[in-house]
Nanobody
Framework: QVQLVESGGGLVQAGGSLRLSCAASGSFFRINTMGWYRQAPGKQRELVATVTSGGMTNYADSVKGRFTISRDNAKNTVYLQMNSLKPEDTAVYYC???????????????WGQGTQVTVSS
């Protein structure tokens, strides 16, 4: 059974930093794209950043220059380094991954349980 387990959320003052981690566990063949999404109260879930298995990254305009996504393929883990945090970054952050569980098969989308990030002004 494949699971994504997140850690690293919390409360931080504006201008501060946090680092989120998300590790995939279970039995699977390969992880393709991994990413982070967030959902603020009353808003839709939105893309924050993604990284392919080859290391290509994509960021939402609102976090460019402040957040950095990276991954350790040997540890099946994706990270989100968040610097210069703003109150508007407050949200539940969700890890996302497309995982090939068995071959031949298409990738399956998995989500983590979410971790709260709160930025105080």
């Amino acid at each position: 059974q494949v699971q994504l387990v997140e850690s690293g959320g919390g409360l931080v003052q504006a201008g501060g930093s946090l680092r989120l981690s998300c590790a995939a566990s279970g039995s699977f063949f390969r992880i393709n794209t991994m990413g982070w999404y967030r959902q603020a109260p009353g808003k839709q879930r939105e893309l924050v950043a993604t990284v392919t298995s080859g290391g290509m990254t994509n960021y939402a305009d609102s976090v460019k220059g402040r957040f950095t996504i990276s991954r350790d393929n040997a540890k099946n883990t994706v990270y989100l380094q968040m610097n210069s945090l703003k109150p508007e970054d407050t949200a539940v952050y969700y890890c996302n991954a497309y995982i090939i569980v068995i071959i031949p098969a298409l990738p399956i989308e998995f989500w983590g349980q979410g971790t709260q990030v709160t930025v105080s002004s």
